[in-house]
């Protein structure tokens, strides 16, 4: 027989596997010839100039999630 804590466990192992599938559903952010973050032009096929933009776009994103805002694109995620 299950106690509290088995249920506890089994919960939690159940919504962390829900979050994880969440976010494969997510669509991935397309190239769109300049950076996600800064704007700079880019080549095709890249989504940021450089990590530390694409670092910023992150720490950005998950502030304004937080909030409870986003910004166009937010609900995409970086790959």
Do not use: H, T, V
């Amino acid at each position: 027989m299950s106690d509290d804590a088995d249920i506890a466990e089994e919960n939690i192992e159940l919504d962390r596997l829900a979050a994880i599938e969440a976010c494969r559903r997510q669509p991935s952010m397309p190239a769109k010839g300049a950076c996600w973050f800064c704007d700079e032009p880019l080549p095709p096929l890249q989504k940021f100039c450089d990590s530390d933009c694409a670092f910023d776009f992150e720490r950005e994103q998950a502030a304004l999630m937080r909030a409870g805002r986003s910004r166009p694109g937010g609900e995409l995620r970086a790959e």
